[in-house]
C-alpha cells in the first residue's frame, strides 16, 4: 500500500476584516470571530490587547507573540500541529496546520488514507465550525518513500482520503501540475457555480516531495511555500469573493432596468392618455430619482470590484513570480491558469456587465428629463392662467371702485330728478336707497365691462 512520510493537511481560512460601509461595531465582531476559532469565547479585554498588534503599517503582520523563534500556537501538547494568525492588509488569513499525534505508535501504523482522513478531521475540528468567510483552500504534503512510486497516483490516493470535494472525479477537478524544489505539485479545483455572494470554491494543492531529499530540505522547502502560498491564496480568494459580490450587483442592477423599463412605458401611456394624471407622473419622478441615485451608486461599486480585482490579479501573478524566484528551476505554468482565468472571464465579464448597464442610464436620463419637463410646462400653464384672472379681476375691481366713486354723489342728483323731495324736508329712506342701488349697478356694470375689455385684450396677446 502506497504511504507517505510527514503526512500533513493544511486548512487556510480568509476572513475580510473590513467590508465597503462596515461600521466600527461590525470589525470588531469580525475581529472576535476571527479569533473564536482559536481561544473560543474571548473577553473584551483579550480582543482589544490582540487588536495591539494590527496597528502596524505592514501588509503582512504576525498576530500572535514570538515564542522563541516562533509565533504559532500548538493545538494541544499531544498533537504535532499548529494555529498560525497573520493579518494582510484589510485581511485575516489562519493556517491550521495537522501533521498527526506526538508520542503515539499506533499513529505510524495507519494506512495513508486513514492518517489523511484524521488529519482532516482533526484540522476542521480545529476551526469550531466557523468557515473563512471570504474563502479557505487546503495543502496536503509529504515526502514519498520510494523512487519507484508513481506520484500520479500517490496525488489520487490523497485526494480521494482528504475528499475536501463532494462528489469525487478526479478529471474533472484536477487542473494541473508542476514542480517546486523537486517536490511535484498537483492543483484541484471545483469553481462555485451560485451566484449568492459568497465563495464556495473548493480548491487545494497536493504537494509530494521525493524520496532523495532530506528532512532539513524539505523543511526549508515547505517554509517557503507556506510563507507564498498564504498570500498566493489570499489574492486569489479575494478575486473569487469580489467577482461574487459582483454577480450580486448585476442582479441588482438587472432589477432597477426593469422598473427604469415599466416606467417608460407608464410614462407613454400617460402621455397618449387625453389628460395628464399630474399627481401620478410626480410619484413616477419620485420613484426615478430614487432609482437614479441607487443605480449609479451600484454601477460605482461594480467599478470598484473591476478595479479590486484587477489589483489581486497582479499581486496573485507577482507571487507566483516570487515561487519562481525561490527555485528558478521551478515549473509553475499551471498557477498562471487563475490569472488568466480572472483577467478571460472575471474582469472580461464585469467590463461586459459595466457597460451595458451604463447604457441604461440614458434612458433613465431622458425620463427624468421628460417629466421635469412636462410639469414645468404644466405649471407654467396654470401660473399663466392664474396671473390672467388675477389681472382681469384686478381691472374689472379697479374699474367698479373708480365708477363707485364717481358714481356715488351723481346717483343722488339722478334719484331727485326722477323723484323730487319738496324743499325744506328730509330725504326719505327710500331714496337714498335707490341712490345706493343705482351707484352700485353702475359700478359693478363698469367693473365687468372693463374685466371683459381685459379678457379680450389679454386673449388676443396669448394667442399671438
Not at 482589544?48 to 496597528?55: C, G, H, I, T
Not at 478526479?170 to 514542480?179: E, S
Not at 346717483?411 to 328730509?426: D, F, G, H, L, T
Amino acid at each position: 500500500m502506497n504511504q507517505l512520510l510527514y503526512p500533513t493537511v493544511d486548512l487556510f481560512l480568509y476572513d475580510l476584516q473590513d467590508r465597503l460601509g462596515g461600521s466600527p461595531s461590525t470589525i470588531t465582531e469580525g475581529r472576535r470571530r476571527f479569533w473564536k476559532r482559536i481561544y473560543g469565547e474571548i473577553s473584551d479585554n483579550k480582543l482589544a490587547a490582540l487588536q495591539v498588534a494590527e496597528n502596524t503599517f505592514s501588509n503582512y503582520i504576525e498576530l500572535l507573540e514570538a515564542q522563541g523563534t516562533q509565533r504559532y500556537q500548538q493545538l494541544t501538547d499531544d498533537i504535532n500541529g499548529y494555529y498560525y494568525p497573520v493579518k494582510l492588509g484589510d485581511t485575516y488569513a489562519l493556517q491550521i496546520d495537522y501533521s498527526g499525534r506526538l508520542n503515539d505508535s499506533s499513529w505510524e501504523q495507519l494506512p495513508l488514507p486513514e492518517k489523511l482522513q484524521q488529519a482532516k478531521k482533526t484540522v476542521l475540528e480545529y476551526t469550531h465550525q466557523i468557515p473563512g468567510d471570504l474563502g479557505e483552500n487546503w495543502l496536503i504534503w509529504g515526502q514519498l518513500t520510494d523512487a519507484n512510486q508513481d506520484v500520479d497516483v500517490i496525488a489520487q490516493d490523497c485526494y480521494r482520503a482528504v475528499q475536501i470535494v463532494g462528489n469525487l472525479n478526479w478529471q474533472r477537478d484536477y487542473k494541473g501540475k508542476g514542480v517546486f524544489k523537486d517536490a511535484t505539485l498537483f492543483e484541484i479545483e471545483q469553481l462555485d457555480d451560485i451566484p449568492d455572494g459568497v465563495n464556495r470554491t473548493i480548491h487545494g494543492l497536493i504537494c509530494l516531495f521525493p524520496p532523495h531529499q532530506s528532512k532539513e530540505e524539505i523543511q526549508k522547502a515547505i517554509e517557503q511555500l507556506y510563507k507564498n502560498l498564504i498570500q498566493l491564496f489570499h489574492h486569489r480568494n479575494k478575486v473569487l469573493w469580489f467577482y461574487e459580490q459582483s454577480r450580486q450587483l448585476k442582479i441588482q442592477l438587472r432589477n432597477s432596468s426593469q422598473t427604469i423599463e415599466k416606467l417608460g412605458k407608464s410614462l407613454t401611456r400617460q402621455i397618449t392618455a387625453s389628460q395628464l394624471n399630474l399627481k401620478q407622473l410626480q410619484v413616477d419622478l419620485a420613484d426615478a430619482l430614487t432609482i437614479s441615485h441607487y443605480y449609479e451608486t451600484s454601477l460605482g461599486y461594480l467599478k470598484e470590484e473591476a478595479t479590486t480585482i484587477a489589483v489581486n490579479t497582479t499581486n496573485y501573478n507577482a507571487c507566483v513570480e516570487e515561487l519562481k524566484k525561490l527555485d528558478p528551476a521551478s515549473q509553475l505554468d499551471f498557477l498562471r491558469r487563475f490569472g488568466e482565468f480572472a483577467v478571460d472571464h472575471c474582469l472580461a465579464q464585469i467590463k461586459t456587465d459595466d457597460e451595458a448597464f451604463s447604457a441604461g442610464l440614458k434612458p433613465l436620463e431622458n425620463f427624468i428629463k421628460t417629466i421635469q419637463g412636462i410639469t414645468d410646462i404644466e405649471k407654467t400653464k396654470n401660473d399663466r392662467t392664474f396671473n390672467r384672472t388675477v389681472a382681469i379681476a384686478s381691472v374689472g375691481i379697479s374699474t367698479a371702485s373708480l365708477a363707485a366713486s364717481t358714481f356715488g354723489s351723481q346717483s343722488e342728483k339722478i334719484v331727485q330728478v326722477w323723484r323730487p323731495v319738496p324743499a325744506n324736508q328730509p330725504t326719505p329712506a327710500l331714496s337714498l336707497w335707490l341712490s345706493f342701488l343705482l351707484a352700485f349697478a353702475l359700478s359693478v356694470a363698469i367693473g365687468l365691462a372693463g374685466a371683459l375689455v381685459t379678457w379680450l385684450f389679454l386673449g388676443k396677446s396669448g394667442r399671438n
